[in-house]
């Protein structure tokens, strides 16, 4: 479970970060990634929220793939830098995958979000 400071919920971050944010397609994952380094001081811990659409499967199918994704994150969260806003989206094949699929194409998904400088 990822701590409430840790999750974005509110829909106009949701927004900015995938409107500003770089984004990165691996597998069955698309990464946005937005960082806000405008204010070191000010800045909050990284942050991640989830998209996990009807087309995943039904409720049941797109709970797992979210939790799957949730535990995922709580890592990868620890490696960004402060400011930072993660938008995971699954595709529909997301629920077809593996646990050990589904980390390797987050990780791959992050790092070239960050290779291109993601930047608000």
């Known amino acids: ?14 927004t900015a970060t995938v409107r500003s944010g770089r984004r ?5 994952l698309v990464v946005h990634l937005a960082l806000d380094d405008s204010n070191p001081a000010r800045a909050h811990a990284a942050r991640a929220g989830f998209v996990v659409s009807k087309a995943v499967g039904d409720a049941v199918t797109r709970n797992k793939v979210k939790r799957r994704l949730r535990h995922l994150v709580r890592d990868e969260l620890k490696t960004l830098p402060a400011g930072a806003d993660v938008v995971v989206r699954a595709l529909p094949d997301a629920a077809s995958r ?22 608000r």
């Open 1 to 14: 479970m990822l701590a409430a400071a840790a999750r974005i919920r509110r829909r106009e971050d949701f």
């Open 24 to 28: 990165a397609t691996r597998g069955v």
């Open 98 to 119: 593996s646990y050990e699929q589904l980390e390797i194409d987050l990780r791959e998904g992050i790092a070239a979000a960050l290779r291109r400088g993601g930047r």
